[in-house]
């Protein structure tokens, strides 16, 4: 007697473990979208941070369209208070989980501030950002100076 396993029964072996992958990588897909738009809210929170404390020191919040690389002291007007360029507020600006598609976008006068991002499963409803968050990406989740 031969024992072993018959091609009919490693066929439906193979054919179901097969299905099971693709259907893991499928649900997968919205788990990976999650963790992005979470890192994305976590980045944002951050930046908030960093913000605060630049305008605790300096009077006022970054003036500007974009954020730069690291977030230092800023010496002169319209800046005051102890804004002094040996102080890092963020040493390392986070940039969005997909830097080839999307990116963070700011805008602020000084006074109030509005940092952007672009989420995956968009908040409902989606908020209004005036910046972008990439090239032709409209910004749908949007946080403000408190």
């Known amino acids: 007697m031969k024992k072993g396993f018959t091609l009919i029964e490693l ?11 693709g259907l893991s990588v ?5 788990a990976r979208q999650a963790s992005r738009d979470a890192r994305r809210k976590s980045d ?7 913000l605060e404390i630049f305008k605790a020191d300096c009077d006022k919040y970054y003036i500007g369209s974009s954020l730069p690389a690291t977030l230092v ?9 102890s804004c002094l360029t040996t102080n890092t507020y963020i040493e390392k600006v986070p940039s969005d989980p997909v830097p080839d598609s999307y990116s963070y976008g700011y805008s602020s006068d000084g006074t109030i501030y509005m940092l952007c991002a672009y989420l995956e499963d968009p908040p409902v409803p989606a908020d209004t950002c005036t910046v972008s968050c990439g090239s032709g990406v409209a910004c749908n989740y949007k946080v403000t100076n408190p």
């Open 44 to 50: 944002l929170q951050a930046i908030r941070s960093g």
């Open 11 to 21: 066929l439906v072996v193979i054919s179901i473990i097969g299905v099971l992958l």
């Open 73 to 81: 002291g800023v010496s002169g007007s319209p800046y005051s208070g």
């Open 26 to 30: 499928f649900g997968l897909q919205g």
